[in-house]
Each structure stands twice: as C-alpha cells, then as structure tokens.
C-alpha cells in the first residue's frame, strides 16, 4: 500500500522544525537588501504592495477531550530521574487551576499527595479517573461542602512555641495613647490603664435658672462658694471685682467651678484738716482756724472740677505712723466716699482747709480685702445674690453682688477638692517667620486634688495629648495605624489651628482650677497665646475664665498678658516654685527632675524635632517624651507641695493666691502689713507712683554730654540741634563752652522709660 504525501502536506509536517529554525544570515544584511531592492523597484516605477505576515496564535486551540488527553498524558509522563516522589511529579494542571476555591483544593490536596506517593513507592502509575475540566468545576462549586472538623492546637508544639515568643515580647513603654480621630465617629481604642475612669472628670449640667442656695448663719438663703482668685480692671470696669472659685451642686453631688461679679465697690479717701487756713499761691498762713465742714464745702467746690457728680462724707479718726511729717500720729479726718467710676483725684492734690489726701490710688480689690477681712482663700457668702443676664465667664454658675457689704467670710470649712491640669508642649521655629509653632501638646488631669492634704498618688487621673505637624512636613503614612496599634490617646490635627482649637475646647471642658507647668510664664503661655492670635482661633479667652474679645497686648512686663489672659484660674510655674523652696544649681526641668525626682529625662533640641517626622516610631517617642514632662512637672509640683504651701502663705497674707503662686514676696509682705494696720484702725500712705517717681530721677541726675565738633559750625548741623532741642524740652539747663573744638552740655535725655547717657566721640 502506497501513500502519496502532497508537498502542501509535507511542507506543513515535516518541516515545523526547519521553518521554526533560525537562519545562519544576520538580519542587517536582510533588511538592508530587502530595503535596497524596494527603493530599486520604486525608482523604477513598480508599485510595492505590502505583505500581512501571518501571525502565529500562542495559545493552541483544541477540544474538550484533546486537553483530557494532554493532562493525562502530563500526569502519566515522570520526567524527573530518581526522585523517588519527593515533591516533582507533574500534576497536570494549568497556571490558571492555582485560582481554584481554597476549600476544594484543601480538601482534595491530602488524598492526592496520599495517592501519589503510593503510586510512586509501588511503581503504578495514578490515573485519572475524571477528567479536571472546566465543566466539571462550575460542577462541583454548587456541591455542598464538608462540614470542617474542629482542630485541637494543644499539641501543636511549634504553634505553642510561637504563640509563648508573641506572650513573652516585652512591651514598649509607649502604651498611653488611644486615638482619637478629628471626627467624633472614629474614636478607636481603649483608655488607659492607670486611669481612674470613675473619678475622671465628667461634663456636669447645672441649670442655669436658679443659683444653688444654702442657709446661712442668720439663717437666710446666701450663695456660698470658695473663691480661689480675684480679677479687676480698673480701666474698663472700675468698681468691679470677679471672684472665681467651686461651688456645690447637690444634685451632682459635686463642686463646680462659679464666678461672683462684687460691683459698686466705692472709692475712699480720707482728707486730713489744716490746723489754719493756708493761702495755695502764696503758701501764707491765716489765723483762721479750720473745722470738718470747711473741709467739706471746699471738696464740694472742688467735686465738680473733678466731675465728682455724687458722693458721701464722714468724720472719722485714724492713726497714722509713717514718714510723712506734719501728720498727727492720731487725729479727725473726713471721709469721702464716691463710685469708682467718677475719676479719682491725684495723689498730690493740696487745699486751702486740708494738707494730705490718703486713698487715692487704693484699687478697689485691695479695698474690698480689707474692708471685709478676706485673707485668701476661703469660704465666702453672697446675701441676697442675683442672676447674671448675659453671660459674663465660661463657669458654670455665675452670681451677681450689688455690693461689697453682701460678702461675708465663712470660717471653719476645709477647702473643696480642685481640677488639676500639667501641660507640657513641643514647639518648631518656622524658618520663614522666625516664630515658635506648636507641634504636640499634653496634659495630665487630676479632677479630685485636695489642697490641704498629701498629693494623691498617681497625681492625675486621665490625659489627652494632640500632635500637629510643621508646615514643611508631613505625618508618616502609617501614623494612624501605628497609634492605634499602639493603643493610643492622641488626637491627631491636621493644623496647628486645629490643635490650638481641640486644646481649647479641652480646657472649657476639664475646666481645670490649676494649671500647672514650667517656665510656663516665660514661655508656654505667650507662645500658646501668640499662636492663637496669628491663627485666628475663636474665644482665646477659655484659657482663663472670664470671656473677653480684645487679647492683652503681649510682650510686655513681668508676663502681665499672661497672668490677665489666665485670670479665674491658678497658673503653678513649677521653676518660679522651686526657686523659692529649694537650692539648686539649674531650674531647668531636666535639673530638678534629677535633683527632687533623682529621674533622668531625655531631652531634645528644638532644632531636631523636625527629624521625628521621619517614620512613625519616632513621632510616637516624640509624643511620649511630650506626656512624660508633664508628669514630671506634676511630680516636681506635688513632691515640692507648692499647694498646700502656697495656700497657707497666702491664707497668713492675706493677698490673692494667683500672685503669691508667682513668686511676689514684697507683695506678700505688702498685704500683711496692710490687714495688720486696717485691724488696728491706720491710714497707710499711697503707693509712689512710677511715673511721678521716674519724672524726680529725671529733675535730680544730670549727665553730661560731649559732642567734638570739627568747627565752630558744626554746631548747626541737624543732629546736634536735635540733641539740644531735647536738653531745652526735658525742662533741664544747659551750658555751652566753646574751645573751637568741643562743647560740654551737662544735661539729661529722657526717652521713654529709659535714661540714657549719650557720649559722642566722632566728627559731625
């Protein structure tokens, strides 16, 4: 039997190798001969077609039993020499047969290895009994599963050993934080587990309708509340005294913090009588004598240059025994009493009937301590309290007294506990402006401290902290996840006027009586309200209590904005503290951490916080760095007992506990010789006046100038002239002596506040 083969047959069988194999000509020279003989062509005006090459499929096209075929072909084929099955038989599948359903693969995969290796040792080959196609997959994913087996892990002795490493790991120490996200819905983690969460501070609601009332002494209904600081101006709102302090609220079951506005606090002055009347041009004495009612119709001519419109008058006797001369150590004045709102009359003023004037610049805080006998803290009584229409603080009960006679002190009551809070803050200098901005803030809060017992331990009782990120950089990327992880308090904000924002709104709610930190007047608070006015962050005010629009200017003397922008609640500077109660050799925190809590602490430079942006390790060490000062400054404060302390020195002075907090002895010492002599019935002098002081230092010293002229005409250059026409408007003489080449002015040049000695030694 002869089989004729056609060349189309052959070529398409037989010469699948030859047409797949390379050739040996280089494919340059093809192609450039190729592209020649066109161009040729071309040239010649042969018109080139152009040729579809016949693209080869990759994949190969077959049927359902053709593929059968091939996988058993596949399974059967045991292409690996001598590996006695251990793992390189062909199981025939397709890349695409790993994306099978995981139970079905699992389920299946034990018998098949099971099979494979018996069919190995015993030299049979597996067979196939049905085939694994497509078909037969959408088949068995509708069939109905076996039910899984519980598994016991008891004896899994390297899961144990595992699971026994992931125990034992030992854990890091930043585990404080839970986070809080910016939205209120997102509030992922756990509190902290030193945390006392049944005594942490919760928000109280009071009603605002009605003042919580008590019986008092008499037995009528008064408003008693312990006032803890004091606040006038005397500018805006003379006569006004605030009282800040807690109150009880026997629905909560719980003090709460209150503000007592004392208005028509009067301004009293005592007139001392002339023995004659004395002529004020001249300085003649008169042998008329003179009694109180010339006292009195001479003030009363004088009330309405001073636009007095109203006022009241007494005879009184005092005792007077200080430097003044001409002063009777006792004798009758006239006591002149009028609202501070009229002007007050100056310190100097003299008159035909009287020689002195006491009381004229007397502020009506210090009026009101003495004439109701307030020796600092302690329990007050309001009779016949008032509601206040608009509100006029950010506490939560507030009370009106129509005047300083409605205020009496309640002795023999214990203080009530008090809100704690130590802040501690990072800060970045932004290249740009040269200002300090935020970066992370902390704070530890104690809502139940007791100032007139041992510091509780631990010292607080809950704590948020929240971070923000220079303007130049930018959170990690798994920052969120890593504090969460961590379990974490942190709420992290997006801005520094976010973060300024949440620690507002924080400290409205907390409403802490104390705030506590170090060099927190040199430096926290400015930068706090510095960057609270560049951001524009609405009511800067609840960093104190009582609401205000207009910042106190800052920058100025003695942190004046920061004690009037904190008023109604204790600001402790635990450096000012520790300078008063113990010696050391620095007052740096990482000093007095050594010295009084024999702790080290890590310090960081300002100029590398920017680095702990780098990945979220870091930041999260920088944040706990952040917490551990502020429970170090709440540490150094309680181990120093700068409360109690405090309370007792202000209780014995008699002064108001936010200044003797500050360090003030002179004042301290002021007040309580003032309560002394107002006990025993003395005029005190007036307090000098700086200005008045400054302008005698300015009439008194003389300085001198020297100005070396290049010629006699210098002498009409302008900056000599402007020198001169200073010495002429200070009011001083000045005498000129020309030697052709310098003149000697002895004067003085006062600008401001400052006196200036000024010594010219170049040619004008």
Request: hydrophobic letters at 35%; proline letters at 5%; one cysteine or more.
């Amino acid at each position: 039997c002869h089989v004729h083969v056609s060349p189309s047959e052959d070529g398409g069988d037989a010469c699948g190798l030859a047409r797949s194999r390379s050739r040996r000509e280089k494919r340059e020279k093809v192609g450039r001969k190729s592209a020649l003989e066109q161009l040729k062509k071309a040239k010649m005006g042969e018109k080139v077609k152009y040729e579809v090459e016949e693209v080869t499929s990759v994949y190969e096209e077959v049927d359902e039993e053709q593929y059968s075929k091939m996988v058993r072909e596949r399974q059967e084929d045991d292409w690996i020499v001598d590996d006695d099955g251990i793992g390189y038989l062909e199981d025939g599948r397709e890349i695409f047969d790993d994306d099978l359903d995981d139970d079905v693969v699992e389920s299946n995969k034990g018998k098949a290895a099971a099979k494979r290796a018996e069919s190995k040792k015993s030299g049979r080959k597996p067979v196939v009994a049905k085939p694994n196609t497509i078909k037969s997959l959408f088949m068995n994913s509708n069939a109905k599963r076996p039910a899984e087996k519980d598994v016991d892990l008891s004896k899994d002795d390297l899961l144990g050993d595992i699971l026994q490493d992931l125990r034992s790991e030992v854990a890091l120490r930043f585990s404080i934080f839970i986070l809080l996200s910016l939205s209120r819905s997102c509030r992922i983690g756990s509190s902290w587990g030193q945390e006392d969460e049944d005594r942490a501070p919760v928000e109280i609601q009071v009603d605002a309708s009605q003042l919580p009332l008590v019986e008092g002494a008499d037995g009528e209904q008064v408003f008693r509340f312990y006032w803890l600081d004091a606040f006038e101006d005397q500018y805006t709102q003379p006569g006004v005294v605030y009282l800040f302090g807690k109150v009880w609220i026997e629905s909560a079951k719980s003090h709460v913090s209150c503000c007592v506005c004392v208005k028509n606090i009067e301004r009293t002055m005592y007139f001392l009588p002339r023995e004659y009347r004395v002529n004020p041009k001249t300085g003649e004495v008169s042998d008329t004598p003179v009694g109180m009612m010339d006292v009195y119709s001479e003030f009363n001519g004088l009330s309405e240059k001073f636009k007095i419109m109203k006022f009241k008058s007494k005879k009184v006797e005092k005792n007077y025994a200080f430097e003044i001369p001409d002063v009777p150590s006792q004798c009758e004045y006239l006591e002149i009493r009028y609202s501070a709102t009229f002007p007050g009359l100056p310190s100097d003023l003299r008159g035909e009937t009287f020689s002195h004037v006491f009381g004229t610049n007397t502020s009506s805080l210090e009026h009101f301590l003495l004439s109701r006998k307030i020796k600092g803290p302690c329990w007050l009584d309001i009779k016949t309290p008032q509601l206040i229409g608009q509100p006029v603080s950010w506490c939560k009960v507030e009370a009106l007294a129509l005047s300083s006679d409605l205020v009496t002190v309640v002795k023999d009551l214990p203080p009530p506990p008090i809100t704690v809070m130590s802040i501690s803050l990072k800060t970045v200098q932004n290249p740009k402006t040269h200002h300090n901005e935020i970066v992370s803030l902390a704070a530890l809060v104690h809502c139940c401290f007791n100032m007139n017992k041992a510091p509780p331990q631990p010292p607080y009782q809950t704590h948020f902290c929240v971070v923000s990120k220079p303007a130049d950089c930018i959170f990690p990327y798994d920052f969120k996840e890593a504090v969460k992880k961590k379990n974490g308090k942190v709420e992290i904000a997006g801005t520094e006027r976010a973060l300024l924002g949440f620690f507002l709104a924080k400290m409205h709610k907390i409403d802490p009586d104390v705030l506590v930190g170090h060099d927190i007047f040199g430096f926290d608070l400015e930068v706090l309200l510095q960057r609270i006015n560049v951001c524009k962050v609405p009511h800067w005010s609840k960093i104190g209590r009582l609401r205000r629009v207009n910042m106190p200017k800052l920058g100025g003397r003695s942190a004046f904005a920061e004690k009037n922008a904190t008023c109604g609640r204790l600001v402790c500077d635990v450096e000012i503290s520790a300078k008063e109660l113990i010696r050391c050799k620095s007052y740096h925190l990482t000093e007095l951490a050594a010295q009084v809590l024999k702790t080290e602490r890590v310090a960081i430079p300002q100029e590398e916080i920017k680095n702990f942006y780098s990945d979220s390790p870091h930041l999260l060490y920088l944040l706990e760095l952040t917490w551990t000062d502020a429970k170090l400054i709440l540490q150094i404060m309680c181990e120093l007992n700068v409360l109690p302390l405090a309370l007792q020195i202000t209780n014995i002075a008699g002064n108001v506990m936010s200044r003797t907090l500050m360090g003030g002895r002179s004042e301290r010492n002021e007040f309580l010789l003032l309560h002394a002599f107002h006990e025993k019935n003395y005029i005190v002098p007036d307090k000098p006046s700086f200005k008045k002081a400054q302008l005698e230092m300015v009439k008194t010293h003389k300085f001198l100038f020297f100005l070396r002229l290049a010629n006699p005409v210098s002498i009409n250059y302008p900056g000599v002239q402007h020198l001169l026409h200073h010495c002429t408007e200070g009011g001083l003489q000045h005498t000129k002596e020309e030697s052709g080449v310098s003149i000697v002015c002895p004067c003085v040049y006062c600008r401001g506040s400052k006196i200036l000695k000024y010594s010219f030694s170049q040619k004008l």
